[in-house]
Nanobody, 118 residues
Framework: QVQLVESGGGLVQPGGSLRLSCAASVSVVSIYVMGWYRQAPGKRRELVATITSGGTTNYADLVKGRFTISRDNAKNTMYLQMNSLKPEDTAVYYC????????????WGQGTQVTVSS
């Protein structure tokens, strides 16, 4: 089982920046794909960005050009750098990992709150 712990959330003004971290209990190189998801009150959980074990990244259109997903293999940690934050980015952000089994299995962190408000 993969255990994930998010950190780095908080309160920030519109236009500000924040960096989220996700520490994994195993080598991130061994994880098929990892990603960031977010969920605002009363809304469905939505994909933000993903990164594969090989380093390939994908982004949701709403965050493309503003957010950057990355991975530090030595620290077993994934990051989400968030710039030019907007009030609509306010949500609980979750770290996710998916293995290569068929069907695949998903593991989730506890989430970290990001609030963008003036």
């Amino acid at each position: 089982q993969v255990q994930l712990v998010e950190s780095g959330g908080g309160l920030v003004q519109p236009g500000g920046s924040l960096r989220l971290s996700c520490a994994a209990s195993v080598s991130v190189v061994s994880i098929y794909v990892m990603g960031w998801y977010r969920q605002a009150p009363g809304k469905r959980r939505e994909l933000v960005a993903t990164i594969t074990s090989g380093g390939t990244t994908n982004y949701a259109d709403l965050v493309k050009g503003r957010f950057t997903i990355s991975r530090d293999n030595a620290k077993n940690t994934m990051y989400l750098q968030m710039n030019s934050l907007k009030p609509e980015d306010t949500a609980v952000y979750y770290c996710n990992s998916r293995d290569s089994r068929s069907p695949p299995r998903d593991y989730w962190g506890q989430g970290t709150q990001v609030t963008v408000s003036s």
